[in-house]
């Protein structure tokens, strides 16, 4: 096998042929060293992965790898029936877990970890069959007869998590146990489904982005062409209406000519994200414009404001456009992930800050709701609003939850937040571009030389920035930095130039000779304002959201006076008040709402709901009889 000997250690690395407005920095060239982030991924290193593991023990998913190797002979286990049967694709979630744990002891090793990862892979490796193929559900309960059910069996889909694991394994630690693994389970899959095998193609997408992946890290074209050939053998009718139509796996219309998103929104993303990697590859514009048409639309009217996608729970599909009611949001936190994921590919394709943008506002509020402070608890659902009088009723409560039997969110989440840094800025030819804030170190290569930065910042509680240069090349160098859309006043100096303002410009940016101590200074104004809704989102018409910079807030019980119900708060139109809020995190701010049932209210950020006292919540307040703000 021709490993590739740059191991950028990030999910995404398109080869050196592809067509990129930018190239992306891994693991090892941005580092986070305090603040908001720094403390976030603490807890999901310290407590949400170690948690990942004795829940993915205590559920026997791993036990079922015992099973599949013929190390047990008890039952397969699962929490979770589809079809009178066990859920068939909760291999993935050991996968998952497994990209986690790879980006993070790449980051720095951790023995307990790295224990528990050793214990899975070799699980994984002795429950392959000799032919290549693994999956655990099909081995123990289907007699081991493969793709039998590719409308369901989440067979392809679960391959592709292993294959991204191995991916992280690879890039971050230089380690090809599941990499071995991955390519054989691959060839299996060609075999039988490429090119020169039956048609068909999975009901969950995934595998497609993926295989995009492994032909990065192993440069064997073999894969970009399966990655393209299972992406176009869709919406042609192999999968069919089922349940709840084609459109609920992505089978209605061929990915070049689809007009908007469709659908269950994860698989949606999911594929599209692989379209983007393959058309990336494959220089072809025509399949990366059908994908930005997608996201341009499913961004204008599909949307949540916390980035949430999904409104309907039947079939956890989008919506009809506008169709965005707040109690009823499914708004899966898979979604939301699968969102930045293809937001970031559409990011580096295109170079368009708009794409950044809604990274930002998806992981702040979207994701990061879906974790609890204490990184240990999670929700699947993640609905704008709990109403007082069905807490604890019908889809979803106001608590978190330890696991669930379907788990794809928890472990989600963790490698998403394990390779967090690698989405904060990339490269270009001649210059560095930061896309989100968090205090960090950032070493890039520009030409033959190398661009140290070091970025301070409070943010996302204050809209302070200043980036310092701590070594930079003999030649002029380009340092861009996005100015959010949400910024209404944005302030930019660099390098000893007088203050300017460059509200609205999308970017900052300096071309010069550095020196070392050259600084960079930003004030993008996070002051709190009131967001009023679209007028075709008539399930909220008539109220109006508290933000502040990146961040969605709500109004939870827990902050009510005694005897108010959530339902009974309409706000007025004075100007939202900051308040302290170290409860919620070191800095965190909260926003004081008028309100006429009682003087006041206080909102608190959105990702932050649901850690006290089960209660109601609403993003979306109504307002004052008289007084709407404009
Ligand atoms: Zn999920």
Redesign the pocket.
């Known amino acids: 096998m021709a490993i590739q000997t740059n191991r950028l250690a990030a999910p995404v690395a398109p080869s050196n042929g592809a067509v990129t407005a930018f190239r992306p920095l891994g693991l090892r060239e941005v580092r986070l060293t305090d603040g908001f982030w720094a403390d976030r991924l603490r807890v999901n290193r310290e407590r949400s992965i170690p948690h990942g593991y004795a829940q993915l023990q205590a559920t026997g998913t791993l036990h079922n790898f015992r099973l599949a190797a013929d190390l047990a002979t008890d039952g397969y286990r699962a929490l979770g029936m589809m079809f009178d049967g066990p859920f068939p694709f909760l291999d993935s979630d050991v996968y998952k877990w497994l990209e986690a744990t790879g980006w993070e002891l790449g980051r720095t090793w951790d023995d307990d970890i790295g224990n528990a990862a050793d214990e899975a892979i070799d699980l994984v490796a002795r429950a392959q069959r000799d032919d290549g193929y693994l999956n655990t559900f099909v081995q123990v309960l289907k007699g081991g007869r493969t793709y039998a059910d590719l409308h369901w069996g989440h067979e392809l889909y679960c391959f592709g998590h292993l294959i991204q694991a191995a991916v992280a394994w690879h890039r971050a630690l230089g380690d090809d146990r599941l990499l071995g693994i991955a390519t054989r389970a691959a060839s299996h899959v060609d075999a039988a489904l490429g090119p020169r095998g039956r048609p068909g193609i999975d009901g969950h997408p995934g595998i497609e982005m993926a295989l995009v992946e492994l032909y990065r890290v192993t440069g064997e074209e073999r894969w970009l062409r399966l990655a393209s050939h299972l992406l176009e053998s869709r919406g042609r009718g192999l999968l069919g209406q089922a349940r709840f139509g084609a459109a609920y796996w992505q089978d209605h219309a061929p990915i070049r000519s689809a007009p908007s998103v469709a659908g269950h929104a ?1 698989r949606q993303l999911y594929l599209d994200s692989g379209a983007v990697d393959v058309a990336v590859e494959l220089g072809d514009e025509e399949l990366l414009e059908a994908v930005c048409r997608r996201w341009r639309d499913m961004v204008a009217t599909r949307s949540y404001l916390t980035g949430g996608l999904g409104s309907r729970h039947r079939d956890e599909a989008f919506g009809d456009p506008y169709e965005l009611p707040p109690d009823r949001a499914y708004a ?3 979604a939301a992930i699968a969102s930045v994921m293809l937001s970031w590919r559409l990011l580096l394709a295109t170079g368009d800050p708009e794409h950044a943008d809604v990274i930002e506002r998806t992981i702040l509020n979207g994701v990061l709701a879906g974790v609890g402070l204490d990184g240990v608890s999670f929700s ?1 659902e993640n609905p704008l609003q709990r109403r007082t009088h069905r807490v604890a009723e019908e889809d979803g409560t106001t608590e978190r939850s330890p696991w669930f039997p ?1 788990a ?2 928890p472990p ?1 989440l963790m490698r998403t937040f394990a390779s967090w840094p690698a989405y904060l800025a990339t490269t270009a030819s001649g210059g560095v571009t930061i896309h989100q804030y968090a205090s960090s170190e950032i070493e890039a290569p520009v030409g033959s030389a190398t661009l140290r930065l070091s970025m301070a910042t409070d943010y996302p509680w204050s809209g302070r920035v200043v980036v310092t240069v701590d070594e930079a090349p003999d030649a002029p160098v380009r340092v861009a930095v996005r100015v959010p859309e949400w910024s209404i006043s944005a302030i930019a100096s660099g390098a000893g130039e007088p203050p300017h303002d460059v509200t609205g410009r999308r970017m900052a940016e300096w071309t010069r000779r550095w020196q070392a101590g050259d600084r960079i200074e930003l004030d993008l104004g996070v002051v709190p304002r009131v967001t009023v809704p679209d007028r075709r989102i008539d399930a909220v018409r008539g109220c109006v959201a508290a933000e502040r910079g990146p961040l969605v807030y709500c109004i939870e019980a827990a902050d009510m006076p005694p005897g108010l119900e959530l339902e009974d708060v309409r706000v007025g139109s004075p100007q939202p008040r900051e308040v302290e809020r170290s409860d919620i995190a070191p800095g965190a701010i909260g926003i004081r709402l008028a309100a006429t049932a009682s003087d006041e209210v206080d909102a608190i950020p959105y990702f932050a709901w649901a850690n006290r006292r089960p209660g109601a919540m609403r993003v979306w307040v109504p307002t004052g009889d008289a007084e709407v703000p404009a």
């Open positions: 994860v899966e936190t898979c699947y379907c794809c969110c989600n």
